[in-house]
T-cell receptor
Framework: EAGVAQSPRYKIIEKRQSVAFWCNPI?????LYWYQQILGQGPKLLIQ????????DSQLPKDRFSAERLKGVDSTLKIQPAKLEDSAVYLC?????????FGPGTRLTVT | GIQVEQSPPDLILQEGANSTLRCNFS?????LQWFHQNPWGQLINLFY???GTKQNGRLSATTVATERYSLLYISSSQTTDSGVYFC?????????????FGQGTELSVKP
């Protein structure tokens, strides 16, 4: 069974530029999550989808971050404009019966 | 909301040694996961263990839900065991909700 796929794996941008990340969850997993992991900390949820509906986006900085999950499968997370403090690893996860599985992440560096 | 605390924060072992990592949580849980984050940043599922004991090779885990803690045992450690170990529990009653992660235990196994 294929795992959670993410791209790109690495991205370097300048502040105020925009960036987008893509995630393809494990086949059949209805729930999809985006987490942000800052160096030295555990991951923290940005947004959770159930099929194509948003379940929890309380920690998403909506003035600059947006996410969508069209057709209830793939998802994209966008940052516009990026700030220096957005430098982090962005992890996508999907779940089945409560157990979450994580993709390899996208390491974003904002200069 | 639930708080998750891990100890110790750092651990250095000689190859072949055994170790125990602890995870305390502030509220009752219906889901608890242990992950290993390897040096490339990938979060690898180790155990999904809301209660009881599970074993997988040299690793085993025990969760005592009534006393709000979980333990991860690593026996005969190998250099490939190095990395950060996270435990995580869901934020609310929904076992599919966002995971709250501890700060992690950084393990270094020396040859």
């Amino acid at each position: 069974e294929a795992g959670v796929a993410q791209s790109p794996r690495y991205k370097i941008i300048e502040k105020r530029q925009s960036v987008a990340f893509w995630c393809n969850p494990i086949s059949g997993h209805a729930t999809l999550y985006w987490y942000q992991q800052i160096l030295g900390q555990g991951p923290k949820l940005l947004i959770q989808f159930q099929n194509n509906g948003v379940v929890d986006d309380s920690q998403l900085p909506k003035d600059r971050f947006s996410a969508e999950r069209l057709k209830g499968v793939d998802s994209t997370l966008k940052i516009q404009p990026a700030k220096l403090e957005d430098s982090a690893v962005y992890l996508c996860a999907s779940s089945h019966q409560g157990e979450q599985y994580f993709g390899p992440g996208t390491r974003l560096t904002v200069t | 909301g639930i708080q998750v605390e891990q100890s110790p924060p750092d651990l250095i072992l000689q190859e072949g040694a055994n170790s125990t990592l602890r995870c305390n949580f502030s509220d009752s849980v219906n889901n608890l996961q242990w992950f290993h984050q390897n040096p490339w940043g990938q979060l690898i599922n180790l155990f999904y263990i809301p209660s009881g004991t599970k074993q997988n090779g040299r690793l085993s885990a025990t969760t005592v839900a009534t006393e709000r803690y979980s333990l991860l045992y690593i026996s005969s450690s190998q250099t490939t065991d190095s990395g950060v170990y996270f435990c995580a529990a869901p934020a609310g009653d929904n076992q599919g909700g966002k995971l709250i992660f501890g700060q992690g235990t950084e393990l270094s196994v020396k040859p």
